[in-house]
Nanobody, 122 residues
Framework: QLQLVESGGGLVQPGGSLRLSCAYSAITNYAIGWFRQAPGKEREGVSCISGNGGRTLYGDSVKGRFTISRDNAKNAVYLQMNSLMPEDTAVYYC?????????????????WGQGTQVTVSS
C-alpha cells in the first residue's frame, strides 16, 4: 500500500512563504495533488501535477502564488507557497491519483497522507 507523508507546515506571517513536501513510499507515475481543509470548511483542491510532471493545475485562490513540482527520482512532490494569506490557513494533504493526468476532483485520488498544518497569522 502506497504511503504518503507530508512535511514543512508551520506558522508563518502574512506575506511569508513555506515549502511543503510530500514523500511517497513507492514509485508512481500517477498524478499527485495537494488539497487543503480549513476549520469548518470542505476540503478543496489546491494543485496537482501529472505523472510525468508536464502538466500542472491550480485552484483559483492560489494561482500565481503557489507552485507545484515533483522529483520522481526522490519519490517526492513539493508545494512552494508564497505571499501567504490568513485564508490559506488549513491542513494540507497530498494524495495520489488513479489517473496519470491532472485533476482537482478528490474522487480521482485514492491514497492520502495524514496532512500538515499551515497557519498564517501575525
Amino acid at each position: 500500500q502506497l504511503q504518503l507523508v507530508e512535511s514543512g507546515g508551520g506558522l508563518v506571517q502574512p506575506g511569508g512563504s513555506l515549502r511543503l513536501s510530500c514523500a511517497y513510499s513507492a514509485i508512481t507515475n500517477y498524478a499527485i495533488g495537494w488539497f487543503r481543509q480549513a476549520p469548518g470548511k470542505e476540503r478543496e483542491g489546491v494543485s496537482c501535477i501529472s505523472g510525468n510532471g508536464g502538466r500542472t493545475l491550480y485552484g483559483d485562490s492560489v494561482k500565481g502564488r503557489f507552485t507545484i513540482s515533483r522529483d520522481n527520482a526522490k519519490n517526492a512532490v513539493y508545494l512552494q507557497m508564497n505571499s501567504l494569506m490568513p485564508e490559506d490557513t488549513a491542513v494540507y494533504y497530498c494524495a495520489v491519483s488513479t489517473y496519470y493526468t491532472c485533476g482537482l476532483d478528490q474522487r480521482r485520488y485514492n491514497y492520502w497522507g495524514q496532512g500538515t498544518q499551515v497557519t498564517v497569522s501575525s
